[in-house]
């Protein structure tokens, strides 16, 4: 069975700070990993996704994230938090063992602080 | 945002109400999926339409009834619900194609709340 853990509720950075939203994963076949945000009273917004290829998938606003396979993890991160970063992150791993069933992980709330 | 539509945003109904949700998407996608999301849960996948065919249906309440009319379109008809069932339901799409993985788009949203 394919899983999402994302182990903080919530994280909290200071603007300018680097930030990281942690992501682990757990599937059978090969690991199709995705980041969505959202917004207050919005839909989830596509970030950026890990198929194949170079392990440091680059995505909108400035996100990156970093695949490590031995440590089945898929972290969020970015250089430089803003105010306007701060909103609900969800990791998503997708395993085509299991058809078209995307498993999000239960979301990490950010807050970047002024 | 626009990619993804949905109608209503908000909808209050009482257990013995009949209602549709409706979701239009406008990329040209052709899968089409509904998610519930509640407060402090994981996103629930609820069904999932490929080439308007179900082809998903993660053990939903049958009170919950999907309808995909065409590739643009998916309806979610609820009927008799409980107060359980409040909770924001979620229209996606994406483009399905062998041998690639494509990601979601999401519409806003409808906030049900069951009286």
């Known amino acids: 069975a394919q899983s999402v853990a994302q182990p903080e509720d919530q994280v909290n950075v200071a603007e300018g700070n680097p930030l990281t939203v942690k992501c682990t994963y757990s599937v059978s076949g090969n690991p199709y990993l995705f980041w969505y945000v959202q917004y207050p009273n919005r839909g989830l917004q596509f970030l950026l996704k890990y198929i194949t290829g170079d392990n440091l998938v680059k995505g909108s606003y400035g996100f990156e994230a970093e695949f490590n396979k031995s440590q089945t993890s898929f972290h969020l991160k970015k250089p430089s938090a803003l105010v306007s970063d701060s909103a609900l992150y969800f990791c998503a791993v997708r395993d085509l063992n299991y058809g078209q069933n995307f498993v999000f992980g239960p979301g990490t709330r950010l807050s970047v602080l002024p | 945002e626009t990619g993804v539509t949905q109608t209503p945003r908000h909808l209050v109904m009482g257990m013995t109400n009949k209602k549709s949700l409706k979701c239009e998407q406008h990329?040209?996608?052709?899968?089409m999926y509904w998610y519930k999301q509640s407060a402090k849960k994981p996103l629930e996948l609820m069904f999932v339409?490929?080439?308007?065919?179900?082809?998903e249906n993660n053990s939903v309440p049958s009170r919950f009834s999907p309808e995909c009319p065409n590739s643009s379109h998916l309806f979610l008809h609820l009927h008799t619900l409980q107060p359980e069932d409040s909770a924001l339901y979620l229209c996606a799409s994406s483009q399905e194609m062998a041998g690639g993985v494509y990601e979601q788009y999401f519409g806003p949203g409808t906030r049900l709340t069951v009286t």
């Open positions: 990329l040209g996608h052709n899968a």
């Open positions: 339409y490929s080439l308007e065919e179900r082809v």
